[in-house]
């Protein structure tokens, strides 16, 4: 399951992501730009609960939306599936 929100006020960080994995954790994906791109900073968590409680105070996120997880192959961090390079 993977969730994400936009970010308001904040220079750098523009929107979040929280990914949410089968038995490796809870990764959270970092953009610096409004439009479906690659992250630019990832962190991890042990649960979706850590990760929105730090995401809400570090950055105060709106309108989450929740999203299926890519295609087999596809990269994370990316709201559409989108292949790796090469891939």
Do not use: N
């Not at 959270?28 to 962190?43: K, Q, S, T």
């Not at 939306?65 to 989108?82: L, Q, V, Y």
């Amino acid at each position: 399951m993977r969730t994400w929100a936009t970010v308001l006020g904040d220079p750098e960080v523009k929107r979040v992501m929280i990914h949410e994995t089968s038995g490796e954790g809870v990764f959270v994906y970092l953009y610096d730009r409004d439009e479906d791109c690659d992250c630019f900073a990832d962190l991890w968590f042990e649960t979706v609960s850590d990760a929105q409680e730090e995401m809400k105070s570090a950055y105060d996120p709106v309108s989450w939306i929740e999203i299926g997880d890519p295609p087999p192959g596809c990269k994370h961090d990316r709201i559409a599936a989108t292949p790796p390079p090469g891939g």
